[in-house]
């Protein structure tokens, strides 16, 4: 799609494809279920963790961070990442929005 389409699209139809191509590579959902499981600020084990390099990870996590689902502070020449709650509920928000609208379009004997 080039960039000159995306005006034919609404706004969150144009988000939720957005955040929908950062979830598409498996060390992004890699990351964050690492994040989730152990439920606290993480900086360098995720080479460790996930298997890639860390300059590949760290494009990873800039991702992530750009879409705002996850956060990061310093500590002194690391930075400590962890999910960010307000963004985690924005795009969940988003994918449910779409999700929740088989609730009322179908019934169990469509095609």
């Known amino acids: ?44 084990d995720f080479v460790e963790e996930i298997g890639l390099a860390q300059p590949t990870i760290s494009q990873h996590l800039r991702e992530l961070k750009n879409i705002g689902i996850i956060q990061g502070t310093i500590e002194g020449v690391s930075v400590c990442y962890c999910i960010n709650p307000i963004g985690w509920e924005k795009i969940k928000k988003l994918f449910n929005t779409i999700f929740d609208q088989l609730d009322t379009c179908c019934s169990d004997d469509c095609c």
Do not use: D, W, Y
């Open 1 to 44: 799609m080039g960039l000159t389409k995306t005006s034919l699209f609404t706004t969150e139809q144009n988000e939720l494809a957005k955040v929908a191509k950062i979830f598409a590579h498996p060390a992004r959902i890699a990351i964050l279920q690492h994040l989730l499981k152990i439920k606290v600020c993480a900086n360098g």
